[in-house]
């Protein structure tokens, strides 16, 4: 059978890519509900945009305990898998999230999930407008961020008969699969690749990592070379900003690319470099860190104020770096030599 979302995508029909509208299908499911149901749900799980609140603060709109509110909420939920529409409204959906989930070896994290269902909708969006006006980066997150909570809601509570959400899991990020699929082979996959990487310690560009997988006897094992060449061509999804590799080489290699997004222990830096989460190239927790990274990948001596500079606009945290303490790094720490008057660079260099 042909993909179904590569065929509404690439020839553009429009109807059925609405089908897919996490919003249109949630507001028909809640047509059925009483207003105090909704709001309930609305709440529980974000459907504005915003995190999903606690028992406890719903409760207290409602002067209800915490149980009931926990009651009404799965009586609610209760309520919409057995409407008679259900099936119509989701099918587009779930055929669609079975082929992704095939196409990308049947494991694919939430949250990038989640980017890539609310990426088209946000495209759906953008083709049906006729207004022509740009949108702000900040209405834009959160518009996306309205979709992922939508669609969050509709996987993990509307479809639990299909889907099965690994949320406890050593290896692997929250993440959805097919119900009872055997992930044992991405799972030993992932086990390799973070040995490996351990070993070498060194960071990787996402094609050295996809390289590096491709060469573990892991990979030849089960095969992943016959069973990444099929698969939709939906490039034009991963063209968006939300993601942060070129889209040729997210398409082209769904099942690995899935996978090392899904691997709990490994991180992507800001630089796009991959490694053990807990090293300071991919999280940086000090100001020294901060300067390394900076100094790395600008490749030339800075002054201390334009590293400070550097290190802010970067946006490692929402920690803000004070040029002064900037400036007392590089002269305490030898990994640093200064070149001219307040102007470092690396020592190794």
């Given at each position: 059978m042909k993909n179904l979302l590569e065929t509404i995508i690439n020839e553009k029909k429009t109807q059925e890519l609405a089908h897919l509208n996490a919003i249109n299908i949630v507001d028909s499911l809640f047509s059925d509900l009483y207003d105090r149901e909704k709001d309930i749900l609305s709440r529980r799980f974000g459907l504005q945009g915003q995190k999903g609140e606690t028992l406890e603060k719903i409760g207290g709109s409602h002067q209800l305990t915490r149980e009931r509110v926990r009651q009404i909420e799965g009586a609610s939920i209760k309520k919409i898998n057995k409407l008679e529409k259900l099936e119509n409204e989701i099918s587009t959906l779930k055929e669609v999230v079975r082929n992704l989930l095939t196409d990308h070896g049947g494991l694919i994290s939430r949250d990038y999930l989640l980017d890539i269902l609310a990426v088209i909708c946000l495209e759906i969006d953008d083709e049906s407008s006729a207004t022509g006006k740009s949108i702000a980066n900040s209405e834009l997150d959160h518009n996306r961020q309205v979709y992922r909570n939508h669609f969050n809601f509709l996987l993990s509570r509307i479809m639990g008969d299909d889907l099965e959400l690994v949320n406890n899991s050593e290896r692997f990020h929250p993440s959805f699969k097919n119900k009872n699929q055997d992930i044992s082979s991405l799972d030993e996959l992932a086990d390799d690749l973070l040995k490996k990487v351990d070993g070498l310690k060194k960071t990787f560009t996402t094609e050295e990592l996809l390289t590096l997988l491709k060469n573990l006897e892991t990979y030849n094992k089960y095969q992943f070379a016959e069973k990444s060449q099929s698969g939709a061509d939906i490039a034009g999804v991963f063209k968006s900003k939300?993601?942060?590799?070129?889209?040729?080489?997210?398409?082209?290699?769904?099942?690995?690319?899935?996978?090392?997004?899904?691997?709990?222990?490994?991180?992507?830096?800001?630089?796009g470099e991959w490694g053990l989460d807990h090293w300071p190239e991919i999280k940086p927790k000090t100001v020294n860190d901060k300067i390394y990274l900076i100094l790395k990948h600008t490749q030339q001596p800075l002054h201390f104020t334009e590293i400070a500079k550097k290190i802010?606009?970067?946006?490692?945290?929402?920690?803000?770096?004070?040029?002064?303490?900037?400036?007392?790094?590089?002269?305490?720490?030898?990994?640093?030599?200064?070149?001219?008057?307040?102007?470092?660079?690396?020592?190794?260099w």
């Open positions: 939300v993601f942060a590799d070129k889209a040729e080489i997210i398409n082209n290699n769904k099942i690995l690319y899935s996978l090392i997004k899904a691997i709990k222990n490994l991180e992507q830096n800001k630089y802010n606009e970067m946006k490692f945290d929402h920690k803000i770096a004070n040029a002064a303490t900037v400036h007392n790094e590089l002269i305490l720490d030898n990994r640093y030599i200064l070149v001219g008057r307040g102007t470092y660079g690396l020592k190794k």
